[in-house]
């Protein structure tokens, strides 16, 4: 499979168009399995976007909207999620271990499974979000108050 990263900001944009025409024109984003390590995507808007199984390590999407978006299995290490809308997004099986989560929204969110250890994420985050028992927490945060 060829990367898609040449047209990344193509894809960016189609996919916003696609957002905001509420599917009449753009094109939906899939970069599933793509390894986008250290990309920027700061201030977008990629709802319902496909990023399963993507390598995303230390990526910034800072300021963005990610509502429904699919994470599912991702590499998010690192990763710059302050600001984000995360709704009902697809964090299931995903290692997000040491990101940044300063005001990022979880409400509704599948976070079954997921590495949320050496983040900054706080009770409330996780309270509005769905969790399991495979769920890794930071230490601050207990079993208890994650489920």
Request: hydrophobic share 35%; net charge positive.
């Amino acid at each position: 499979m060829d990367s898609l990263i040449p047209f990344l900001t193509t894809i960016l944009s189609n996919h916003r168009e696609r957002f905001k025409t509420k599917g009449s024109t753009g094109i939906y984003a899939d970069l599933s399995k793509e390894n986008l390590e250290k990309e920027n995507f700061k201030n977008s808007v990629l709802v319902e976007a496909n990023f399963q199984e993507s390598n995303l390590n230390k990526s910034n999407f800072m300021n963005s909207d990610l509502s429904g978006t699919n994470f599912h299995g991702a590499c998010l290490t690192k990763v710059q999620f302050q600001n984000c809308n995360l709704e009902k997004s697809d964090l299931v099986w995903a290692n997000l271990k040491g990101a940044i989560l300063d005001k990022a929204i979880f409400k509704n969110a599948y976070l079954h499974g997921t590495d949320l250890r050496e983040t900054n994420i706080t009770k409330d985050q996780i309270k509005s979000a769905y969790t399991d028992k495979n769920t890794l927490v930071p230490n601050y945060i207990s079993n208890k108050e994650k489920i």
